[in-house]
């Protein structure tokens, strides 16, 4: 018992002596030993705590080596710190600021992954998820030859997918809401955007049930043109998916329009 009272006292003691020695360089005006601290700091993991000092050797010599090393660190440090905006900043700011320096490709790319960091899960707005997919693309162009491409390119696919599936429970929510227009409009979109999708056979299925929900339930002005769309997907939905297991109920749509048809051919 008294040995770890020692002990606790004992790790108390340097943890106030470390302390005071990080406020009196922190407060100097010795930016040799600011920058050794800083990093000594860094090295040790304590990367967030490095920050401040790094700022202050930015700022006294920013076109300086030190002064490179301190502005990359600090966004590094905060990334490492999981401050994601904070990070994007510094490190999107490096690359245009020390556009000819070697680490400017680590800076934006891990700039560009800040913003994968950011990007919710996929019910939620996707407005970081593009901004995720764009910064990855300007990293691509700008360094084309980098090792991190397939890396790249591998995120992006991951990221599309997400607004890929987001785009897909909406048309799923508005069938289930019954909000046939919505979902006809929704479906037909996706379709058009994501072509290869795998969730394409369901969404063609939902595209021929919403038609045929909405000819059914529109106004007379409005039916018979609502008959013939719902049929012309029927046929495409045929076509592209001949061995789906909607074809029994979607065939059923169909036959129900074409009986509709026949009162506008009298």
Same mark, same amino acid.
């Given at each position: 018992?008294?040995?770890?009272?020692?002990? #606790?006292?004992?790790?108390?003691?340097? #943890?106030?002596?470390?302390?005071?020695?990080?406020?009196?360089?922190?407060?100097? +005006?010795?930016?040799?030993?600011?920058?050794?601290? =800083?990093?000594?700091?860094? +090295?040790?993991?304590?990367?967030?705590?490095?920050? /401040?000092?790094?700022?202050?050797?930015?700022?006294?010599?920013?076109?300086?080596?030190?002064?490179?090393?301190?502005?990359?660190?600090?966004?590094?440090?905060?990334?490492?710190? =999981?401050?994601?905006?904070? =990070?994007?900043?510094?490190?999107?700011?490096?690359?245009?600021?020390?556009? #000819?320096?070697?680490? /400017?490709?680590?800076?934006?790319?891990?700039? /560009?992954?800040?913003?994968?960091? *950011?990007?919710?899960?996929?019910?939620?707005?996707?407005?970081?998820?593009?901004?995720?997919? *764009?910064?990855?693309?300007?990293?691509?162009?700008?360094?084309?030859?980098?090792?991190?491409?397939?890396?790249?390119?591998?995120?992006? +696919?991951?990221?599309?997918?997400?607004?890929?599936?987001?785009?897909?429970?909406?048309?799923?929510?508005?069938?289930?809401?019954? *909000?046939?227009? /919505?979902?006809?409009?929704?479906?037909?979109?996706?379709?058009? +955007?994501?072509?290869?999708?795998?969730? *394409?056979?369901?969404?063609?299925?939902?595209?021929?049930?919403?038609?045929?929900?909405?000819? $059914?339930?529109?106004?007379?002005? $409005?039916?018979?043109?609502?008959?013939?769309?719902?049929?012309?997907?029927?046929?495409?939905?045929?076509?592209?998916?001949?061995?789906?297991?909607?074809?029994?109920?979607?065939?059923?749509?169909?036959?129900?329009?074409?009986?509709?048809?026949?009162?506008?051919?009298?």
């Amino acid at each position: 018992m008294k040995n770890f009272k020692l002990f #606790t006292f004992v790790l108390a003691s340097l #943890t106030i002596v470390s302390c005071t020695g990080y406020n009196k360089v922190l407060k100097s +005006d010795d930016y040799p030993s600011k920058f050794e601290v =800083a990093n000594q700091l860094y +090295d040790d993991g304590q990367e967030l705590r490095s920050i /401040a000092l790094y700022e202050q050797i930015y700022q006294r010599m920013p076109k300086t080596g030190e002064g490179e090393l301190s502005y990359f660190r600090i966004g590094k440090g905060y990334y490492l710190g =999981a401050d994601y905006y904070m =990070a994007g900043y510094y490190l999107g700011q490096f690359s245009q600021r020390f556009s #000819t320096s070697e680490k /400017a490709e680590d800076a934006l790319f891990l700039s /560009a992954m800040c913003s994968v960091k *950011n990007s919710p899960e996929f019910s939620l707005d996707q407005n970081e998820t593009d901004l995720a997919i *764009n910064d990855l693309q300007q990293f691509i162009d700008r360094f084309p030859s980098s090792i991190l491409v397939d890396s790249c390119n591998s995120i992006i +696919d991951g990221l599309r997918f997400k607004l890929e599936k987001k785009e897909f429970n909406a048309v799923e929510l508005y069938s289930k809401t019954e *909000n046939y227009r /919505a979902a006809t409009s929704a479906a037909l979109t996706f379709l058009d +955007d994501y072509p290869m999708s795998v969730f *394409n056979e369901r969404v063609s299925y939902l595209l021929v049930q919403n038609s045929y929900l909405l000819s $059914k339930n529109s106004v007379e002005s $409005k039916k018979k043109e609502r008959i013939d769309q719902t049929i012309e997907r029927y046929r495409t939905f045929v076509v592209s998916f001949p061995n789906s297991e909607y074809i029994g109920i979607t065939t059923d749509y169909y036959e129900k329009m074409e009986l509709e048809k026949l009162k506008y051919q009298k």
